[in-house]
């Protein structure tokens, strides 16, 4: 490993509330040279408005477009093209912070840059707060208790519905991309109390407990929480 060269951070940033930010992300952000935007679906203005106050002066920022073609080919290449340009400054002794909306561990673009990025050079991970770990304690509900199981789930087939099946709770992110499956599958079930949160913790968000809902078109930043048989609905007015 090469000691001039700088250290690769991945910030996790948490769901969209700037006061549930780490401490240890903080510290990063404070010391880091250049700010590493993923330029989707709004995440690049949310994330620098939760860490812009905690950035130095003499910090740069850059966008990075992570490309959403559904060709294989396209995607990798963009993917490397961003992890060769991180590793230009990463060479010049710079200390690169890529922030991630979420966990960068959790269905994160900073993921696919640690495929391509050398075992030459230092990393370090911040995690951050799951959306659903949020929404949990911001409705003061447990999402599990005992030895209830849970399910993550980003997609919606066969698997999707197995895996639910075996599950006391089930968290669904990326809802946005199937949220019409999903109310097809639960119109057919009796045993879920469904709750829906778009922009958790930020000043936009609201809270749905009517699985109706999902017949509309969901913003990008929603989670949906099934839990099974559970004894009464709760929900932030």
Known sequence: ???????????????????????????????????????????????????????????????????????????????????????????????????????PMLYSTYSYILDYLPTEFQVETVPGIYSFSAISSLLSTPLVKGDDKLAVICSFDE?????????????????????????????????YQFTLMTDAGKPSQKCYTDISILQEKVPYFSTAILLKNANEEQCLK
């Open 1 to 103: 490993m090469n000691t001039t060269n700088g250290t690769l951070y991945g910030i996790g940033l948490g769901p969209g509330d700037p006061d549930l930010l780490t401490l240890k992300a903080v510290k990063v952000l404070q010391n880091a040279d250049l700010i590493c935007v993923p330029n989707s679906k709004g995440q690049s203005s949310t994330a620098l408005e939760i860490v812009r106050p905690h950035l130095s002066p003499k910090a740069s920022t850059l966008a990075m477009g992570f490309s959403m073609s559904p060709d294989v080919e396209t995607r990798r290449a963009a993917r490397r093209e961003n992890a060769e340009l991180i590793q230009e400054h990463l060479r010049k002794g710079q200390n690169v912070a890529f922030l991630t909306l979420g966990d």
């Open 159 to 191: 698997a999707a519905k197995t895996i639910m099946q075996s599950a006391e709770a089930v968290v669904c992110m990326k809802v946005s991309a199937y949220h019409q499956e999903l109310f097809n599958y639960l119109s057919g079930q009796t045993d």
